[in-house]
């Protein structure tokens, strides 16, 4: 099976960035450790890396490389996933590139969760995505509305489908979502039914096998394992780490899906205002007016805090830590200054 650019996602934002014809664009649909398997209209590529360490590519990922298969550039992305990388540094580690459609699975049970959902909402903003919610089985629940209507109610709401992922006809429904050469990807919880969704929009793993691999080594078959061709002609990008996505550096992310209480804090009389016992607080009038959802402010004060901490540097993170560590002591100093003037006086 080979596929034309536009079959691949290939658009007038990429056909922008090339000036020169000789260079072959390809698709990422896997990341190794010293390369890339890219798809093509010649079939799928094994790929080098000389001139970019391998994690500036990330799955999704359009790039260009000449006749002896070395990539020669990574084409800017239309829309970025990333989360904070394991370790000391802070640093982001690049998740999926040009996902167009993020679906914001959920189901219509115990496990629903709306802090979770404004999580990933302010996720697929900062990647730039569309965000549509799926609530999975809608068939198991009494009411499956009462779940819908939560979301909907929420300011600046997202498209929201209840389906039953086990049915083929329901799944297309969500699949409408996805156009021909789109990309999509599932974010949440485990047993929430992102891999029934997957395998029903992808035909199961059969579709995705008998893709050309072609390299130094000759022709194999390989299959295109993160970069999945959907049924319907579009993409879906389904890597290990991308299910489960904390908020990093994603505060113009959180600053659109709380627009209504980041509008009024900025009324606040203080800048950095943390609405608590501050003079001058529009966010505290308003809770006392009864004119904000006291549950929607702590949910946005709780994924601020979550972004901030992810998002901070290295120098931050040791001076918070540092600043705690004068706070504990100078707490046990003057917990030992009282006590010793306290036996003084006895
Ligand atoms: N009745 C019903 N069962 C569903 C539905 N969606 C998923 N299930 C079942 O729920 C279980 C979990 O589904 P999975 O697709 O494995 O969930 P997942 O989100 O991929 O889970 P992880 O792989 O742990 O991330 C399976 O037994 C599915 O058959 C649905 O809409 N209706
Ligand atoms: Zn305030």
């Given amino acids: 099976m080979t596929y034309s650019l536009q079959d691949l996602g290939w658009s007038s934002f990429f056909a922008r960035q090339i000036d020169s014809d000789a260079l072959q664009p390809a698709r990422v649909s896997e990341v190794h450790r010293s390369s890339v398997t890219a798809l093509s209209t010649n079939g799928s590529l094994r790929l080098l890396s000389p001139d970019h360490s391998i994690g500036e590519i990330a799955v999704g990922d359009w790039v260009l490389s000449d006749q002896e298969h070395r990539i020669t550039q990574i084409l800017d992305r239309q829309t970025l996933l990333k989360r904070k990388a394991a370790g000391h540094e802070i640093k982001p580690q690049l998740i999926a590139a040009n996902v167009d459609i993020l679906f914001i699975v959920s189901s219509c049970n115990a496990d629903f969760n709306i802090a979770r959902l404004e999580r990933y909402l302010a996720l697929a903003q900062s990647a730039g995505s569309f965000p549509v919610v ?6 198991t629940a ?12 929420l300011p600046k709401a997202p498209v929201v489908e209840a389906l ?26 485990s047993g929430v039914g992102k891999t029934t969704l997957a395998n029903g929009m992808t035909g199961g793993d059969d579709a995705t096998a008998a893709i050309r691999e072609d390299d130094a080594r000759g022709r194999h078959t390989t299959t295109a394992r993160f970069l999945k061709p959907m049924l319907n002609g579009g993409w879906l990008i389904d890597t290990p780490g991308i299910r489960e996505l904390q908020l990093f550096d994603a505060q113009d992310g959180l600053d659109a899906v709380f627009e209504d209480l980041q509008e009024l804090a900025s009324s606040c009389r203080f800048n950095d205002c943390a609405h608590e016992t501050e003079p001058g607080c529009a966010i505290k009038a308003a809770l006392d007016a009864g004119e904000i959802d006291a549950d929607r402010l702590e949910r946005w004060r709780k994924l601020e805090r979550e972004n901030a901490y992810n998002s901070e540097t290295l120098s931050q993170a040791r001076a918070r830590e540092k600043s705690f560590s004068k706070h504990v002591k100078s ?6 200054k009282h006590k010793g003037r306290y036996q003084d006086d006895d």
């Fill in 134 to 139: 799926l609530l999975t089985k809608a068939d």
């Fill in 142 to 153: 009494d009411n499956p509305d009462d779940y819908r209507h939560q979301i909907e109610h």
């Fill in 331 to 336: 707490v046990v100093k003057s917990s030992h």
């Fill in 164 to 189: 039953n992922a086990k049915d083929p006809t329901e799944v297309q429904r969500a699949m409408k979502w996805v156009r021909k050469g789109q990309t999509a990807a599932f974010v949440g919880s």
